[in-house]
T-cell receptor, first 116, second 115 residues
Framework: AQKVTQAQTEISVVEKEDVTLDCVYE???????LFWYKQPPSGELVFLIRRNSFDEQNEISGRYSWNFQKSTSSFNFTITASQVVDSAVYFCALAGNNNAGNMLTFGGGTRLMVKP | DADVTQTPRNRITKTGKRIMLECSQTKGHDRMYWYRQDPGLGLQLIYYSFDVKDINKGEISDGYSVSRQAQAKFSLSLESAIPNQTALYFCATSASKGPAGDEQFFGPGTRLTVL
């Protein structure tokens, strides 16, 4: 069975602070894919990144960066110089290659509040 | 125009009523999914469909049924709604026919309240 744990249910920071959202996963699949989605207050889900299990290179996109470490089964997400518009719920998700339906297993989400 | 649309966006209904939530997509994807979101639990998969003739139960299918009327349409029904089905429901699509890595594209969600 697959499992994704986001231990931080809520984080509050002041604008311009850096913040890291943790994601720990469990899977028996040898090939798998990890995702981050953002859910702003308006409710829609916005895709941020996909990473496959063979690619452990860290990735940076503007103020966003992701640290994938297979040794600790973690896929953490860092926002540098946070802004109020970053306030949202962030979900980490996992899709194993052996599951028949491309089913995503989601973590419980981390609510990030960025205060001015 | 949005690639994945859901109707209605909000619905309030009473216990025991039959409710249908509809999802349409213009992405040309074969795979479609229905999820529900409860606070603190992330999203849980209700049903998924590989194509019009292939429908599968997800983690929490009890109390729900689906219909894949066409490649572009996937409806979720609650035959007899109950209050603990109050949640935010998302439809999603993906193009993947092989490995699981393709991105899923989500609709805007339907907020359902069962009184």
């Amino acid at each position: 069975a697959q499992k994704v744990t986001q231990a931080q249910t809520e984080i509050s920071v002041v604008e311009k602070e850096d913040v890291t959202l943790d994601c720990v996963y469990e899977t028996r699949d040898t090939t798998y894919y990890l995702f981050w989605y953002k859910q702003p207050p308006s409710g829609e889900l916005v895709f941020l990144i996909r990473r496959n299990s063979f690619d452990e290179q860290n990735e940076i996109s503007g103020r966003y960066s992701w640290n994938f470490q297979k040794s600790t089964s973690s896929f953490n997400f860092t926002i540098t110089a946070s802004q109020v518009v970053d306030s949202a719920v962030y979900f980490c998700a996992l899709a194993g290659n052996n599951n028949a339906g491309n089913m995503l297993t989601f973590g419980g989400g981390t609510r990030l509040m960025v205060k001015p | 125009d949005a690639d994945v649309t859901q109707t209605p966006r909000n619905r309030i209904t009473k216990t025991g009523k039959r409710i249908m939530l509809e999802c349409s997509q213009t992405k040309g994807h074969d795979r479609m999914y229905w999820y529900r979101q409860d606070p603190g639990l992330g999203l849980q998969l209700i049903y998924y469909s590989f194509d019009v003739k292939d429908i599968n139960k997800g983690e929490i299918s009890d109390g729900y049924s689906v219909s894949r009327q066409a490649q572009a349409k996937f409806s979720l029904s609650l035959e007899s709604a109950i209050p603990n089905q109050t949640a935010l429901y998302f439809c999603a699509t993906s193009a993947s026919k092989g490995p699981a890595g393709d991105e899923q594209f989500f609709g805007p969600g339907t907020r359902l309240t069962v009184l």
